[in-house]
């Protein structure tokens, strides 16, 4: 039994961070149309990001930290202006295979400038592990876990309730009436970009604390694409119920089926059960239906 | 500038070859390829290989998604199911190349098959993400299941012999590959002359008014998913027995999303697209390589930023061309033709 409560617990805790990666990738696509598919290079940039600041300029926990988002936000500042910005209104191959390209390009920089040497940050909390009744968490999945969760809360509440929240809602929902109302679209766009960027290099940086980092991270990123296609592209609460039951279907079926089932099984999971959904509800479990007219 | 381009009748226009300089051109181009392989040697044999199963692999995801606009995350795999499909007829069979090459192409559209069939209730972002999927759960059998395909370690697979004559090297080859090459592009850029490649057509541009003019949608799409896997399987068929080995690494996620780069550069939905782009994307790193072997002798350590490079400039070519060129090299190409066409009066 205690295996089984702490696959759950450990579950819980990587759907956590993946819920945070997945509601910066919701928010882009739900604000302009456009699946990132650099969302994993985002993350790994991010965790190179805080590694410069810490390690190599010898900041501060909380000031690199910082400066890890606002660097994440003028990524996503620069990649929108810059790319795409000049796809609006194109087909969705051209989209996906730009963001594809981007990630391609984010890689291949990475290794450029950081080497594809394996990482570490240095131990950021304390090292003993979390105790809960017979339960044994890792003290870098508790904190991620923690800080990931506190980074959804307060995207939650910023989209809620802040002005430019409510802003970035009404563009999502209907673009025309949002330009009408005053509100000028393009920066909502590029707002998104800045805060999808900074949600996935909060979630690098919880990985990267918990695994190492090397340019390779962002193939963590493959593993959103379940998480958000589960909860369906454009809902919010989606992208965190699909979080944590990736989470947890991965830690399941990487505790019990491995020995049943050559490989890795938990990487596979996810792609398995994503298959099923799609083909039981094929938006998701909370998309949006897209009803089409001529 | 062209001129006398007058037709009587209606064979004449429609014909793909429709004016007597194309003739001389196309007839210099089959005599060109006829020739190269006395002239150049194994290393350049060696691309035009590769290039040509590129070609294959490359026109088979230009019909699925360029022309019927399904985006396929999963293109290697299918060439890697045709690939170990052949591996295994010929080392646990012992069934002869010629046969092998058509039977990996219905093993390929068979799983093609499977994999489109979703697209009747999905398409767009959610078909693309499922056909990720696909090459996910492809990639691990590739891997996992041991007793087919060897795991890890994969198969060696000996040369193709047809009529006991061995095609063991990169020259001979090339007069598998030529034949096969031609033969698919003959036949895609005639399927766009038929109903079947203009309902693929129709569904790309909007589905739903394809389906209002009669158009069996499920079915379409699925004909699209079994020709493009199909050239897949062929591609990968051709693809093993050059090589002679098979193993998982050959078919990463990657590798799609290279196919995909090349009928993205190439030009989206045209076969002469297809072909441009699997040469310029076969040539691209040889010519950074070679780029860098000239650095590297000033500053010894440049070869180590060759693989980072490499990723950069693909990444790049994508999103250049997707910016500024999104019909691709075939457009300029048409460009380029056009300059000549109307020289002296370009307006």
Known sequence: ?294 | MRIGDYKVSYGADEAVFRTGTVRVWMIVLFLAMAVFPFWAGDYLLYMANLTGIAIVAAVGLNILTGAAGQISLGHAAFVGIGAYTSAILITKLGLPFIICLPLSGLSAALFGVIVGAPSMRMKGLYLCIATLAAQVIFEYLFKNWESLTGGIRGINVPAPTIFGFEFNNEFRFYFITVPVVIIVVTAARNLFRTRVGRAFIAIRDRDFSAQLMGINLFRYKLYAFALSSFLAGVAGCLWVNFIKIVTPEHFPLHESIRYLAMIIVGGLGSVLGSIFGAIFMTIIPEVLKSMLNIVSAFSPDAMAYLSPLQTVVFGLLIVVFLVFEPHGLAEMWRRVKDYFRLWPFEH
């Open chain 1, 1 to 294: 039994m205690w295996f089984f409560l702490e696959l759950i617990a450990n579950g819980i805790a990587v759907g956590g961070v993946y819920a945070l990666i997945a509601l910066g990738f919701v928010l882009i696509y739900k604000a302009t149309s456009i699946i990132n598919f650099a969302t994993g290079e985002f993350m790994m940039i991010g965790a190179y990001f805080f590694y410069t600041f810490m390690v190599m300029l010898g900041l501060p926990a909380i000031p690199s930290f910082l400066l890890v988002m606002l660097g994440s936000a003028a990524l996503g500042f620069a990649v929108e202006r810059a790319i795409l910005r000049h796809m609006l209104g194109q087909p969705t191959i051209s989209i996906v295979m730009v963001t594809i390209g981007l990630s391609s390009i984010l890689l291949g920089l990475a290794e450029l400038i950081w080497t594809s040497d394996f990482k570490n940050f240095p131990p950021l909390f304390p090292r003993a592990p979390i105790i809960m009744g017979e339960v044994v968490i890792r003290s870098n999945f508790f904190w991620g876990f923690v800080i990931a969760m506190a980074a959804v809360v307060v995207f939650a509440l910023l989209f809620k309730y802040a002005k430019v929240g409510v802003a970035m809602r009404a563009t999502a929902n209907d673009q025309m009436s949002a330009f009408s109302m005053g509100i000028n679209v393009r920066t909502m766009f590029t707002v998104a970009w800045s805060m999808g960027a900074i949600a996935a290099a909060l979630g690098g940086l919880i990985i990267g604390n918990i695994g190492g980092i090397q340019p390779t991270l962002g193939m963590v990123g493959l593993t959103i694409f379940p998480v958000v296609i589960l909860g369906g592209l454009d809902s919010i609460a989606g992208a965190v119920v699909g979080g944590f039951i990736v989470g947890i279907v991965e830690n399941l079926a990487g505790g019990y089926l491995h020995e049943y089932v050559p490989g890795d099984v938990k990487e596979l999971a996810p792609f398995v059960v994503l298959v099923l959904i799609l083909l039981i509800k094929p938006y998701g479990l909370f998309g949006k239906e897209e009803i089409e007219r001529l």
